[in-house]
């Protein structure tokens, strides 16, 4: 048994009562807000991390496993990424003009990304995305656009979303339609449907379930039979799946592609990538510019996080944590007798919960999530593998996934799940 920790959460409540008076939704976004968290026993800020824990304004320490929700690939205060943000701020974090590690860092990109002819970088991967829609609708004259799951918070995106449409014009819809991974016959309903008129499809090369029956490179197939690009969106995926994304692991080149989280360890940088011959047609009839693109430290970041993921077994560790993780998960769930998995691949991963009649509910997401916040390992969304786990990390991680387990099975068994809730159980929020 892993023991309860006594917490107190005060200071990072009061910071919260504050953040009411002060910001537009308390938060800058919503996935981190205490909505996504058990609000009373999770705490809602975090002061500061080192290697894979972070500790919260009262003090209380974590294994954390949501990662700034994905930045942090290969931990908190990793020095050689650390160490090169450093030197440059001593250089200096933007100039007048454009900067030498904006090439360096296109190099590389180039170098180490299948779908990357020609690059451009932008501060987040909603407005990479942004830049991918625009580039495809400039590059095929069209506008309709076939889109997957999550794709940002711009309006043509947020469009086809159900929540949260205040100030999303109307007529923006017709041109967006959503369809499910996997699913290539929607897709193609929806190119009949919109026959010669669509720009572009983009998806999440994969998100936990796997490709099936070929499924992508059939969407690339159908996309060129109907003149369309296929645009992979890896702002998750990224460099988790190594250091060509997931496209190179499932060996499949979109025509354009998006990375984002991972990609500098933390700082703000996100990449637009494309096949050179796209990127040099539509050069001139675009306008993506901005003053932070080639902000230097995150470039710098960038460089450096690339140069580990081309020397270090970064990539091997990660997925070999996750490996560890999911493998001993099933076993215990299995052996406790807990309808609960933890899917996806080793190095994004999510738990799924249910019922014993396999119906889900966010009250089970958060029976799960309290009892691990109680024993000081802190889960999110996803369980994101970071290269500084350490083998301790993960073994305290997984007595508390057996101990909250056994509460969660027990909460089942009572027939009234809802009495083991000490919080309040989270919301789901888009973005």
Known sequence: MTAVKTRCLDKSNQLWQEAQETILSGCQLYSKGPETHIQGVSPIYIDHGKGAHVWDPDGNEYIDYD????????????QP?????????????????????????????????PSAGKVRFLKTGSAATEAAIRIA?????????????YHGWHEWTTAAEGVRQGGVLDEVRQYVHKFDYNDLEA???????????????????????APKDDFLNRLKALCHENGALLIFDEVVDGFRFGIGGAQAYFGVTPDLSTFGKATANGMPLSIVAGRKEIMEAVDKKIFISTTFGGECLSLAAGIAVMHELKHKNVTKRIWAIGEKLQTTFRQLAEQIGVPIDLAGYPCRLSLEYTDYAGRRDWLY?????????????????HVFPCYSHTDEDIDVTLN??????????KALDSGNPASFMEGIPLKIVLG
Not at 365 to 381: A, H, I, P, T, Y
Not at 400 to 407: G, H, L, P, Q, S
Request: with cysteine.
């Open 365 to 381: 997401n958060s029976l799960f999530m309290q009892e691990c916040v109680k024993r000081g390992v802190l889960l999110g969304w």
């Open 81 to 113: 990424v650390d160490d090169a943000v450093i030197a440059q701020l001593r250089r200096g974090m933007g100039y007048s003009l454009v900067a030498p590690e904006e090439v360096a860092y296109a190099k590389l990109c180039i170098e180490n990304i």
């Open 187 to 209: 897709a193609e309903a929806y190119f009949s449907q919109h026959k010669g008129q669509v720009a572009a499809v983009i998806t999440e090369p994969v998100i936990l379930d």
């Open 137 to 149: 609708r400039a590059y095929t004259g069209r506008k309709y656009i076939l889109r997957g799951e």
């Open 400 to 409: 508390v996934f057996e101990d909250a387990m056994r509460v969660y099975k």
């Open 67 to 78: 990662m700034g929700l994905g930045p942090i690939l290969l931990g908190y205060q990793y």
